[in-house]
Structure formats: structure tokens, C-alpha cells
């Protein structure tokens, strides 16, 4: 079995508990800063790096859509928004966070269409070929056993569907690489100290995705975990990455 070196990425080196334990931890901890920390880091662009993800799914017309990894739910609502399911199922490991999405589903006036739930995304509790699309932004590289988490989609996906992956990833190119090593590693830290009472939590992000597997390498994982016409997006200079995977 190949061990990834995201699964071995842990906010606290010092706690003894399994990844899952510590990564529901910390978003318990961040939740009332995750979102402005995420604007914050990603320079605004987060929102349209899922506007740009959801609207590839378009021409699928999705009835029913699960969100692996919701946190506070932003995705699930633009999803529901601009795709129109029946219904959206959003998972996450974070009571808290779900707790924060609830609310803005509730504002939206979105709680009959999009469902909130606490879950594990190495252990999804659906039946196989229930989905028509299942989404991840940005909690991939969070999975204690990625290959089994991304099985697992692909087990809840019914034949023919999609799995939209959105992740942040280092730039290739060496000066974008430089600036964004420069970023995460400098100035990210600072903005944590200014906003968060947990900064380990932002150690933990440029670290997880500095050992998370990316491009060619991400992609033959999705097909040996049974996906098909695995397709590479790049955002922003390489600094995210949408892999769109058919069952």
C-alpha cells in the first residue's frame, strides 16, 4: 500500500492522536476565522476558483450532489445556486464549521435543498452509484488515508459521474514558485498571528500542500482509485488546481 506524505502532515507534531483527530481539532478551532482566513490567503480568489470549478459542471444538469469536506459550506450554496440540484448532502469531520454553514444555508433560505452533515470522508455512509457529482475544495490534502477517501468517491458516484477536485498546489514555474514559498511561509504566518488564536493550523496549510501529490501524479491516483478522463485545471499561476474525474 503507498503511503502519501499529506497523510503524515499533522497540525500538532507534538499530539499523539491519529490525523483525523487533530484535523477535527483544529477546523473546531479556526471555524469562527476559517472564512476570512481563506479570503484572506487566497487574495479574494477562492471565490472564483469555485465559481470557475462549478461551472464545468454545467452541461451534467446534477440532481443530486454531494459535498465532501464542506467546512462552513460555501461551495455547497454556490453549487446549489448556480447548478439548481434537488439536493445537495455536505460532509464534514468539523462540528463547528458545520455549525457556521447551517446558519448561511438557513440565511439563503437553502435548508429544504442543501443538508449539512457530520461525516468521514474515508468512510462515507452513502450507497454505492448514489451521486451524480461529488466536490472537494480544498480538503483533500486533510484525508488521513487519501487513496481510500478518493475510492470512496468514487464509490457514492453513479456511473457516468463526476468528481470535481479543487485544491491549492505550489506553482511549477520557478519565480511563481519562489513568490508563493515567500507567501505561504512568510506572510500567511503573519496574517494567522493577526487573526487566528490557532497559527499552527496555518503552519499546517502551506506543509500539507507542499507534501500533497499534484498534477500527473494526483491524476494517475484518481484512475487507479477508478476514475476516467481525469482532466488537469490550473488557476492562478499553478496555485490551485480543479482535477475533473468521470466515473
Not at 455547497?76 to 457556521?100: F, Q, R, Y
Not at 435548508?111 to 457530520?118: F, G, P, T, V
Not at 494567522?192 to 500542500?209: E, Q
Request: proline share 3%; net charge neutral; hydrophobic share 35%.
Amino acid at each position: 500500500m503507498t503511503d502519501y506524505k499529506c497523510e503524515k502532515v499533522i497540525p500538532y507534531k507534538e499530539d499523539n492522536s491519529k490525523k483525523e483527530e487533530q484535523v477535527e481539532k483544529m477546523f473546531n478551532t479556526i471555524a469562527g476565522q476559517y472564512d476570512s482566513m481563506n479570503h484572506l490567503m487566497s487574495l479574494g480568489n477562492d471565490r472564483e476558483w469555485r465559481n470557475k470549478a462549478i461551472d464545468k459542471l454545467k452541461p451534467l444538469s446534477p440532481r443530486y450532489i454531494l459535498d465532501v469536506a464542506t467546512g462552513t459550506g460555501d461551495f455547497a450554496i454556490t453549487a446549489k445556486n448556480v447548478l439548481a440540484p434537488d439536493k445537495v448532502i455536505g460532509i464534514d469531520i468539523s462540528e463547528k464549521m458545520l455549525e457556521i454553514g447551517r446558519k448561511k444555508v438557513a440565511e439563503f433560505g437553502l435548508s429544504e435543498s442543501i443538508d449539512l452533515q457530520k461525516g468521514d470522508s474515508c468512510n462515507l455512509v452513502f450507497m454505492d452509484d448514489t451521486f451524480d457529482v461529488v466536490t472537494v475544495a480544498f480538503g483533500v490534502r486533510n484525508f488521513e488515508d487519501l487513496k481510500k477517501g478518493l475510492s470512496e468517491i468514487n464509490r457514492v458516484l453513479r456511473k457516468g459521474g463526476v468528481a470535481t477536485i479543487l485544491e491549492l498546489t505550489e506553482p511549477t514555474n520557478v519565480i511563481y514558485k519562489l513568490g508563493y514559498k515567500f507567501y505561504s511561509k512568510v506572510i500567511i504566518p503573519i496574517f494567522a498571528k493577526l487573526i487566528s488564536k490557532d497559527t499552527k493550523a496555518y503552519d499546517y496549510l502551506p506543509n500539507s500542500i507542499e507534501a500533497f501529490p499534484q498534477g500527473e501524479e494526483m491524476k494517475a491516483l484518481l484512475s487507479e482509485c477508478g476514475f476516467s478522463e481525469v482532466r488537469i485545471i490550473k488557476y492562478t499561476f499553478g496555485t490551485c488546481t480543479s482535477y475533473y474525474a468521470m466515473k
